[in-house]
């Protein structure tokens, strides 16, 4: 795993991610937040900016 990949319960901070699955992006603005699963089950992001 590298240093932009994400599991479920992983805390991160804010920016893009998205789903490694389905390829869904969230925007996340939280200086500090848990990732959650996906709604197609995924349990990887990806953050892409």
């Known amino acids: 795993m590298d240093e ?4 479920v319960g ?3 901070g ?3 991610y998205r789903c490694d699955a389905c390829g869904r992006q ?3 603005y ?3 937040f ?3 699963q996906c709604a197609c ?3 990887t ?3 892409v900016d």
């Not at 932009?4 to 599991?7: A, E, P």
């Open 45 to 47: 992001l990806r953050r």
């Open 41 to 43: 089950g995924s349990t």
């Open 14 to 16: 804010p920016g893009t």
């Open 34 to 36: 848990e990732i959650e």
């Open 10 to 12: 992983q805390l991160a």
């Open 4 to 7: 932009k990949t994400f599991v």
């Open 30 to 32: 939280a200086l500090s």
């Open 26 to 28: 969230t925007v996340e």
